[in-house]
């Protein structure tokens, strides 16, 4: 795994320790579509998802622009409504919750914007802006209450206590970020949506961010979708990853072997898009070509087939399932049997444990599992 360094060369191990495989779900995503525009020529942002965060989880979220990772993002926090489908937030269908009863959840589902600037008043001290969101909640009531809190908060993202009377252009674009990050805590959430949280700062105040973010994950027990283009800061900071593609769900898988061995095509592109692509990866996928389709005319069976390089005529007759190809990985192609065999072929080429065709069943075998016992 990468690591992500702050500017004063200290690291943290950034993968949450909280999430446990077997722990049930805090947030699920069931067959979810939000479609917008006419009836008669929807925009298919979203179409059939299905995905679960675990407790303590932090859940990557990837994909090019326009495959619909935002709109995701709003609907799981219930700020679009769906057009089918169901999000559950322990086990509880948040939308079919009443008014009432969805204000008083809101609190624990929270979301962490771009644009730190733009989500600010610019006339609103930022002890003010701190102070309402804990007076929406009905949190931290009296003055010297709220004032004791708005400190512990801009302390705890790394600010201090004296800030709370500046105002939004006061502060640097990383300091920003980090009293977006304070409002969203302000209510105590147990989940947030960061929705390309790092895009609109300078490298250099990037890796503090996201350092800030995995270290407040871990003292809080927060379980965190993180919505990215970046997929090195994806690599340091997700447990597991879901590949969105046109609305769709392409992979999901645990990171690590998601970016040591991506079994979809449009994974492996993506991946080997990415600055520092791994050899493996770099050496079996295709560079993608073209713009990703409209999302108002996508193509029939796989939605990606029309820039696959794997792709056969049955691909444009049916959506191929994302079905469980080995535990904890999904995939959604119906040609992941040869894909697969083709990247352990590579590998082992790569290590050179084989040079003749045609592959050894034995010898991969051996790869995957290691030896079996005499
Ligand atoms: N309010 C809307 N009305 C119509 N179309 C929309 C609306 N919101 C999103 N879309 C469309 O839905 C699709 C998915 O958009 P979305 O913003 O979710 O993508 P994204 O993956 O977040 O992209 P980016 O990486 O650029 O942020 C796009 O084709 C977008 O144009
Ligand atoms: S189903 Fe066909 S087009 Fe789609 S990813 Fe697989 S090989 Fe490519
Ligand atoms: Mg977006």
Redesign the pocket.
Known sequence: MSTVTTGDDSSVAATSAAARPADPPLIEVRRLKRY??SRQRP?R?VDDVSFAIRRGETLGLV??????????GRAVLRLIDCTAGQVLYRGEDIGTLSGERMRKLRSKLQIIFQDPYASLNPKMRIGAVLAEALSTHGLARGPGERERRIAELLELVGLRAEHARRYPHEFSGGQRQRIGVARALAVEPEFIVAD?PLSALDVSIQAQVINLLADLRERLSLTLLF?S?DLDVVEYLCDRVVV?YL?HVMEIAPTAELFARPLHPYTQALLAASPKPDPLVESVAVPLKGDIPS?VAPPSGCVFRTRCPHAIGACAETLPPLEEREPGRYSACIRTELIRTELIRTELIRTELIRIEPIDAELVDTHLTGPSAP
Do not use: R, Y
Not at 63 to 72: D, L, P, V
């Open positions: 917008f525009g925009v942002a994909g090019e622009s326009g495959s619909g990772k935002s709109t995701i390309e919505i283009h969105l609305g999302p």
